[in-house]
């Protein structure tokens, strides 16, 4: 009887632990546009694209007050890395 008890309660604790861990899992990509603070300037010209064959991640290139921004995602990922040319001389 005790034993039945027992795991009665290892059960429901187990599915209440699972719950709150998993409740967690999915929302960062159901939060639409939870950017990062935003000064008044926009910088909304189109982005150059740098497109690979299959395996390979995809670039995208944009200058932003002088310096070279470039952005690459692999996949489906939400993750990119990202690198900064500072000063670039092709951004004018």
């Not at 950017?35 to 995208?60: E, H, I, Q, W, Y």
Request: proline share 5%.
């Amino acid at each position: 009887m005790r034993s039945a008890r027992t795991r009665t309660i290892t059960a429901a604790l187990t599915a209440a632990a699972a719950l709150v861990l998993l409740s967690g899992c999915g929302a960062k990509a159901s939060e639409p546009f939870k950017d990062a603070p935003r000064s008044g300037k926009d910088n909304g010209t189109a982005a150059d694209l740098v497109r690979m064959p299959d395996g390979f991640s995809n670039a995208a290139t944009k200058c932003d007050h002088g310096n070279r921004i470039y952005s690459a995602y692999h996949g489906d990922n939400k993750t990119a890395s990202i690198a900064v040319v500072p000063a670039d001389p092709t951004c004018n």
